[in-house]
């Protein structure tokens, strides 16, 4: 059984203690900076890497309002004349890919930047967005092939110095970060280097930078960028704790432990610190300290979404059904479409012996895997809550069925294991079971069923003897 997610990640979104476990995402989150897409286009997000004036302004906003009013034709004939009156613009098709991405329609965006590289064979930018999307899917060598063609493309153009500028940059960005997932080290800092060169003040490249530079062995130059993107991003990680992620990854927790201190009295009116440093503790199952840094970054910041979920985490964690609600509760009304809110707040109150709250429960669970169908990332985690709460409910054919269509494509989470265990359990397959539970609780430190998987395994044990 695959592991996908440990509690902390899973439960509170990207933590202290898991932010390292995957470089590729630490990539991917940083990688966006050298992206086209925007969620909301405008004028300037779509030319604005191609000319520096706004004389074009009012053609290209027109584009996107038919864009808007789903008058495709009409869009890209307004673009294609813009081309023709200003040849310095990006192709009409990449412009086009732009729009689609922004609404979600990767199909019809990939069609556009595939008929484009045919008809602007000399550009780089197809083959750069095509990069982008590549290595977001984790499509590494297929990356690294587009990537190489547009540098090579990119070596060769001229028509347009600003864009020009930009596509070097992303070209370095792109190659660097297939390096990085590669964990090819020494290729990763050249190429972070050279975009440097370029765009000495962007904040994710000096970020990118302290890891690379972290994974050979260069911790305080590593810190020195973390600093740097700091000093150029406010809202960038701070420094000590971006290297605290490092080492906790690592697996040297103590360092870790020492750089969150240093982290919280340098910065000790950083809600952002206080509820970095919370997840970590409650990673490490120190629930305490975990609770002061989540009350400490509530006081700092009362409204912030994500502490008041790692707060119920921790009550939850602490079995304090009560508080946990309370907390899962305010983020879910502040924040009624954000799943690591309404998915715990149903696993809480399917704990509760209140009739209503089971039966709230039970509908948070059906809403949420409605509304996370195939290729949503919290799919499998919708789904395991809500074989729990069918099986809470006494409706134990039907949960596992959810849990056995999960275990077949490899994908349950840590706390689906233990689900699956004490399903067994029930059955009186209380070896398969406790085979389980040893598993899981000798590979994962912390997940929110661990309390109960420990009270599993230790009857199972002595029902054995």
Not at 305 to 328: M, P, Q, S
Request: net charge neutral; hydrophobic share 45%; with cysteine.
């Amino acid at each position: 059984m695959t592991r996908r997610s440990p509690f902390v990640c899973g439960l509170v979104g990207r933590s202290l203690a898991s932010a390292g476990l995957a470089l590729l995402v630490v990539v991917v989150a940083t990688f966006a900076a050298a992206r086209p897409v925007q969620a909301q286009v405008t004028a300037q997000s779509l030319i604005g890497k191609a000319v520096s004036d706004d004389s074009m302004n009012k053609e290209i906003t027109n584009a996107i309002s038919r864009f808007r009013d789903r008058d495709i034709d009409g869009c890209r004939a307004v673009l294609e004349r813009a081309k023709s009156n200003n040849p310095k613009l990006p192709p009409p098709g990449v412009m086009m890919a732009m729009l689609w991405l922004s609404v979600n329609q990767l199909g019809p965006a990939r069609a556009e930047l595939e008929d484009t590289a045919v008809k602007f064979a000399a550009d780089p930018e197809p083959y750069l967005m095509l990069g982008d999307l590549a290595f977001q899917e984790r499509r590494v060598t297929e990356a690294d092939v587009l990537f190489a063609k547009a540098t090579a493309l990119a070596a060769a153009y001229t028509e347009n110095p600003k864009r020009k500028r930009d596509f070097d940059i992303r070209c370095n960005a792109g190659a660097a970060a297939v390096a990085e997932a590669r964990k090819q080290w020494d290729s990763a800092q050249k190429l972070l280097a050279a975009w440097l060169q370029l765009d000495p003040d962007n904040a994710s490249a000096h970020q990118r930078m302290g890891i690379v530079l972290f994974q050979q062995g260069k911790e305080m130059e590593s810190l020195a960028e973390f600093r740097e993107a700091r000093k150029l991003d406010e809202k960038a990680v701070q420094p000590e704790l971006a290297l605290a992620r490092l080492y906790d990854d690592a697996k040297k927790r103590d360092t870790a432990k020492k750089l969150i201190e240093q982290a919280i009295k340098a910065s000790p009116n950083d809600a952002a610190v206080q509820l970095a440093a919370a997840q970590w503790y409650l990673g490490q199952n120190d629930l305490e300290t975990a609770k002061q840094g989540a009350e400490a970054a509530l006081k700092l910041d009362a409204r912030s979404l994500e502490a008041k979920v790692v707060r119920g985490a921790i009550a939850r964690v602490a079995r304090d059904y009560k508080t946990a609600e309370k907390f899962f509760n305010e983020a879910h009304v502040q924040s009624p479409g954000n799943f690591p809110a309404s998915n715990s707040l149903a696993l809480v109150l399917i704990e509760s012996d209140d009739k209503d709250s089971r039966q709230r429960a039970m509908e948070m669970a059906e809403a949420n895997v409605a509304m996370h169908r195939e290729n949503s990332p919290q799919q499998v985690n919708a789904l395991t809550t809500l074989a729990w709460v069918y099986y809470k409910l006494g409706r134990r054919e039907d949960a596992e069925k959810i849990l056995e269509q999960i275990s077949r494509n490899n994908a349950l989470t840590t706390d689906g294991a233990y689900y699956v265990a004490k399903l067994l359990a029930d059955r009186g397959e209380k070896d398969r079971a406790r085979k389980i539970l040893e598993e899981v609780l000798e590979n994962e430190p912390m997940f929110a069923a661990r309390p109960d998987a420990v009270d599993l395994l230790a009857k199972l044990k002595k029902d054995s003897e």
